[in-house]
């Protein structure tokens, strides 16, 4: 059974880069054709994809957060991990990490889910 566990800070002050690692446990990142993705729920709104590495190492963001997201990995660790750059209040939320088999912005099943760390950005 694949486990997907997130850590990091959970409190980052306004424009510093925020670090969260995913690690998992029961499956290789490298393998099974999966998606690996982080995701974030702010107060008041939906789920939002934030980017995924796909097991192959490619990896595709949300144009929105582009500019400031870099996903990666270390396979030697299975983890992959997240950095959002120039933080703000608006990008305090849950922030989960997931795995899919497929991939939409919109509607994606995700077969498996980490348990969430809130991360707030405040002064």
């Known amino acids: 059974q694949v486990q997907l566990q997130e850590s990091g800070p959970g409190l980052v002050k306004p424009s510093q880069t925020l670090s969260l690692t995913c690690t998992v446990s029961?499956?290789?990142?490298?393998?099974?054709?999966?998606?690996w993705s982080w995701i974030r729920q702010s107060p008041g709104k939906g789920l939002e994809w934030i980017a995924y590495?796909?097991?192959?190492?490619?990896?595709s963001y949300s144009p929105p957060l582009k500019n400031r997201t870099s996903i990666s990995r270390d396979t030697s660790k299975n983890q992959f991990i997240l950095q959002l750059s120039s933080v703000t209040p608006e990008d305090t939320a849950v922030y989960y990490c997931?795995?899919?088999?497929?991939?939409?912005?919109?509607?994606?099943?995700?077969?498996?889910w980490g348990q969430g760390t809130q991360v707030t950005v405040s002064s």
């Open positions: 997931a795995a899919s088999k497929s991939f939409a912005v919109v509607g994606v099943a995700y077969d498996y």
């Open positions: 590495i796909y097991y192959s190492g490619s990896t």
């Open positions: 029961g499956g290789s990142i490298t393998t099974d054709s999966t998606y």
